[in-house]
């Protein structure tokens, strides 16, 4: 092999730099070989450090948050200052059916404009409403409370329900549309052309065919919209507003868990305090249930997916 | 119609209804049409809605103070004199500390675990640090005022203040009360680590093997593979990510307000207690009883409103422009 080079190309001895270089790689290689060791063991550290507040969050939240649970949380109205015990059933049922308007706003129009985005998509205005909806997911929650406020509050001179469940919806709108665009896009468009191919009309075929195939993922996204929107609060501060008492009028105001959280958590009273972490934890295990069930609707879309 | 053969009368019906569902068909594809580009223009009218209401009410305000509105820290409801500077001042600052103590741990854990980390160990890691994202802004500041105050207060803050002598800074003066910018800081970094991290692993994930190899089979070490061949390769993306954490921290709102003190003053150190835009919007707002100050408040909405809307822009579009390189190289 060394006696193969052909005669007219020049012998390939390395220059002087290059060998003082090759040198300089081998000689530095163990201090390389170090720096290397110590950097990694840095990203180790990095990833150790980043999983920590999570573990310190929820063990605080369940050491604290289950010693102050009891039944009463669930069924009992709060009580004044002063008076032990007291549950904040109305909050829950409050966040329960603020979750309920925020999705019967948010869902048709997000899932409508997400399949929109999915079939016009080199369109120019499906790219403006890409890039918008992404702009309106960064928009801080509390910015679109107080438009809820001036739009749905002010007018009428009150606080209500309905307000605070816009404002969420509102907030579902482009998670929902996104989601539901990545999902319609995975739909294979075999089977769309088979169902035109087949005599259904274009919006039987998006919504009978199309839009069916996709549900799962969909249900997913809106779950994990649901997930996000449940435990707001700043969109809540001037529109739902909270309320002592039971209530579920839809145009009053209505008390919500992590807005009760809110006011227990800054107040001076410990008995609020300790009740401030049950209601932390059971918003989390609200919030947690909600997202499991949407992993869960995924699993059955993989499995049904590998079926076919 | 009265055609004498039985025949003839059922397909003239049969081309009846044919046409008739040509026709409806036609109709329900215009509706169905009509319907999801309505639903899609939502989201452009929802945003012009926003500015629209926002900018109006707070217009009185912009338009009597104006550039002096974001330069004036006299904030003073009584007097109706409005200055927005000491509650930018806290959002910028709060931000900042966000960034500069998530960015390298997001970054860190994004390379760990694209990098370093065995297969199993990938999916939990990953699903530990989203979920950080799950958790309720209310929750942060609830742990934050009972769990992370306390810590800053009695070990914390006198240690960097009088053993590492890091009063000389400037940053790290005053008495050790425990809400002030610093904790508002470090829970706005717990809270956008998940979505620097998360932007960060998506786009070092998608980094071709081959770059990682050819480093490698030059004789880079593995460090020196992540520096010089991963990481200048998903810079922008990283950038993006980070930007996008940027948008998340100028508009958190609970948990700021919960440990960042609430004082409308500007000061040097961390130490001292302060005032986003936000958490400035939290408290007054409900309590807001003159028109001025309500105005005043709008206008400061709006600031907010616009400042989120730029930086967002600008992370969406760094993020697609990598995806779009990235998908472009590999197809």
Same mark, same amino acid.
């Given at each position: 092999m060394t006696t193969a080079t052909p005669p007219m190309s020049p012998p390939l001895r390395p220059t002087l730099r290059q060998r003082a270089f090759s040198e300089r790689t081998v000689r530095t290689l163990k201090r390389r070989r170090i720096v290397s060791g110590l950097m990694l063991a840095v990203l180790i550290g990095a990833a150790v450090l980043a999983v920590l507040p999570l573990i310190f969050i929820f063990g605080h939240l369940l050491t604290l948050g289950v010693s102050s649970l009891s039944w009463d949380f669930f069924t009992k109205m709060p009580k004044p200052v002063g008076e032990t015990g007291g549950g904040l059933a109305n909050a829950i049922v409050g966040t329960l059916i603020l979750i309920g308007l925020a999705s019967a706003v948010g869902l048709p129009v997000g899932v409508g404009a997400g399949l929109y985005l999915a079939e016009r998509k080199g369109a120019k205005l499906a790219n403006g409403v890409r890039f918008l909806s992404d702009v309106l997911n960064g928009l801080p929650s509390i910015v679109m409370g107080i438009f809820a406020w001036q739009f749905l509050v002010r007018p009428v001179g009150h606080f209500s329900a309905l307000a605070g469940g816009v404002a969420l919806g509102a907030m579902m709108i482009p998670m929902v549309a996104r989601t539901t665009e990545e999902m319609v896009g995975i739909v294979p468009v075999s089977l769309r052309e088979a169902a035109l191919a087949l005599g259904y009309s274009r919006w039987r075929t998006s919504l009978s065919v199309v839009l069916r195939t996709a549900s799962a993922g969909i249900v997913t996204g809106a779950l994990v919209a649901i997930a996000r929107i449940a435990g707001e609060t700043a969109p809540l501060l /001037?529109?739902? /507003?909270?309320?002592?008492f039971w209530s579920t009028s839809l145009k009053q105001p209505i008390s919500a868990l992590p807005l009760q959280v809110f006011s227990y958590a800054i107040s001076p009273y410990d008995a609020w305090h300790s009740l401030a972490w049950a209601g932390a934890l059971v918003l989390i295990a609200l919030i947690f249930i909600i997202s499991l069930v949407a992993r869960f609707a995924t699993r059955a879309r993989f499995a049904t997916g590998g079926g076919d | 119609m009265t055609l004498p053969d039985g025949r003839a009368v059922v397909e003239a019906r049969e081309g009846d209804g044919a046409t008739l569902s040509i026709h409806g068909a036609a109709i329900g594809d215009r509706v169905y049409t009509g319907a999801i580009t309505f639903f899609a223009l939502c989201v452009p009218l929802l945003l012009l809605a926003i500015a629209w209401e926002i900018g109006v009410a707070g217009w009185p305000t912009l338009h009597k103070f104006g550039f002096g509105f974001l330069t004036s820290s006299d904030w003073d409801p009584v007097k109706g004199e409005f200055g927005a500077a000491p509650a930018i001042y806290g959002t910028i600052v709060s931000s900042i500390i966000a960034l500069v103590l998530a960015t390298p741990l997001a970054i860190g854990v994004s390379l760990f675990l694209s990098e370093l980390a065995p297969r199993w160990l990938r999916q939990p890691v990953g699903f530990l640090v989203d979920l950080l994202a799950a958790i309720p802004s209310v929750v942060y500041g609830l742990w934050g005022i009972f769990v992370l105050l306390p810590v800053l207060r009695d070990p914390v803050m006198p240690f960097l203040r009088d +053993? !590492?002598?890091?009063?000389k800074t400037g !940053?790290? +003066?005053? @008495?050790?009360?425990? @809400?002030s910018m610093l904790a508002a800081g470090i829970i706005l970094a717990i809270m956008v680590l998940p979505y620097i991290a998360s932007v960060s692993r998506e786009v070092l994930l998608a980094v071709p093997r081959s770059q990682r190899e050819a480093a490698l089979a030059l004789g880079a070490t593995r460090w020196e593979a992540i520096w010089g061949a991963v990481l200048p390769y998903a810079r922008s993306g990283i950038v993006g990510g980070v930007i996008l954490g940027l948008g998340r921290a100028l508009g958190e709102t609970m948990a700021v307000t919960m440990l960042?003190?609430?004082?409308p003053e500007i000061a040097a150190s961390l130490f001292a207690p302060g005032y986003t835009m936000a958490s400035l919007l939290a408290n007054e707002f409900s309590e807001a009883s003159s028109d001025a100050h309500l105005s005043a408040l709008m206008a400061v909405a709006f600031v907010l409103f616009v400042i989120t809307l730029i930086v967002n822009g600008i992370a969406r579009w760094l993020v697609w422009q990598v995806s779009r390189n990235t998908s472009g190289r590999t197809a």
């Open positions: /001037f529109t739902a /507003f909270g309320n002592q | +053993t !590492l002598h890091l009063d !940053l790290f +003066t005053g @008495p050790a009360y425990g @809400p960042i003190g609430n004082r």
